[in-house]
């Protein structure tokens, strides 16, 4: 069993970040996150530190906007508009999910698609769709997709089953998987919570992505010999040795799957830094693109 180490991949996309942020020092230029927060939910808090600690490790320009539940959406939509039309800033990213008065779609729409390094915009979602190299793709199913590379994993021809259909993981990585080309050319089964006989399926997969969103909630039952997993999932669970009093884990049962496994990512330590180096790769490509 091999275990694909997210932290190790991380590290080698960040240090070709870091050669792409001197190139462009050089010509003077210097890329630009901004990171909207609205309200204080823990996990969201968490990530959005991260973020920005990371722009800052790479010397990237980090703006951390962080707004109180009670922001408007008319508020939300001018803070928007305002990092649109800031020359210093190629990439903003609204963490979701926002609070239940904001419209996410409105202020998905509202950002120029030229920033939306989240790639949830309908300019950015139709040229995945279509395969043009010019938008931005989702960080995670990138990420995600980025693993499968470096691990040596042959997408080509192989029945990817992807458990989940959200916006921001299932369907893009769907996208990706049957996308020509490198770390594509799969045949992709999209499987989610009216699928019958999920394990019947499952089981049939050479390359399982679990995006549910349930701890542990992808079983030996579920994986053939041999298959590769990639586990999406990031639950906060009770856990009273630890001292924050929770721990992370998967949608998959990670100690009896893995035995079953080719190749299987952790969690922590997996997709979670994959999707943060992905985020940065997204910012530097805007930068280049806004300046070409
Ligand atoms: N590592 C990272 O960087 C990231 C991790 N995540 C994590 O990934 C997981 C998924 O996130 P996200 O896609 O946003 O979640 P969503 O809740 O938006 O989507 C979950 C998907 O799983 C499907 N599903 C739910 N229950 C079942 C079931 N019993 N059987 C089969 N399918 C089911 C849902 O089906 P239906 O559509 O029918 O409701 C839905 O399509 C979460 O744990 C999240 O924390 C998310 C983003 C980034
Ligand atoms: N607009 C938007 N874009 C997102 O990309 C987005 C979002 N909203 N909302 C929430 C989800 C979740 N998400 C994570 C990213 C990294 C880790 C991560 O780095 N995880 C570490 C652990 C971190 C820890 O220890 O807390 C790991 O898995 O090793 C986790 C979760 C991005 N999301």
């Known amino acids: 069993m091999q275990l694909i180490s997210g932290t190790a991949v991380a590290e080698k996309v960040l240090e070709e970040c870091r050669r792409d942020i001197a ?18 939910d823990p996990a969201s808090r968490a990530y959005v530190r991260s973020k920005d600690k990371k722009c800052r490790d790479l010397g990237l320009h980090s703006v951390k906007l962080e707004l109180p539940a009670s922001t408007t959406q008319e508020e ?59 938008g931005f793709v989702p960080c995670t199913p990138l990420g995600c997709q980025r693993l499968l590379i470096e691990a040596g994993i042959e997408t080509s021809g192989a ?29 992709v089964t999209v499987t989610h919570s009216r ?3 999920l394990a019947a399926i499952t089981r049939t997969a050479d390359i399982i992505i679990a995006a549910i969103g349930r701890p542990h909630f992808i079983k030996a039952e579920h994986v053939k010999e041999g298959a ?23 949608d998959v049962a990670f100690d009896e799957v893995a035995p079953k496994c080719r ?21 530097i490509k805007a930068c280049k693109q806004a300046a070409a």
Do not use: C
Not at 228 to 249: M, P, W
């Open 23 to 40: 190139t462009l020092a050089a010509q003077g230029r210097k890329p630009g996150l901004a990171v909207v927060l609205v309200g204080d």
């Open 76 to 134: 939300l939509l001018a803070h928007v508009d305002a990092l649109n039309n800031d020359p210093s800033i190629h990439g903003i990213l609204v963490q979701s999910p926002p609070p239940k008065h904001i419209d996410e779609a409105a202020i998905v729409r509202a950002i120029d698609p030229a920033k939306d390094v989240d790639g949830f915009h309908p300019v950015n979602v139709a040229k995945l769709a279509l395969e043009d190299p010019t």
């Open 159 to 187: 029945h990817a089953v992807v458990v989940g259909r959200s916006m921001i993981v299932g369907k893009p990585m769907a996208l990706l998987l049957m996308a020509k080309g490198k770390g594509g050319d799969a045949t």
């Open 195 to 197: 699928t019958k006989d």
């Open 228 to 250: 590769v997993v990639i586990d999406v999932g990031i639950n906060r669970v009770d856990d009273a040795t630890s001292d924050k009093g929770y721990k992370l884990v998967g």
């Open 263 to 283: 190749a299987i990512t952790p969690v922590p330590g997996g997709v979670g830094p994959m999707t943060i180096a992905m985020l940065m790769a997204n910012t």
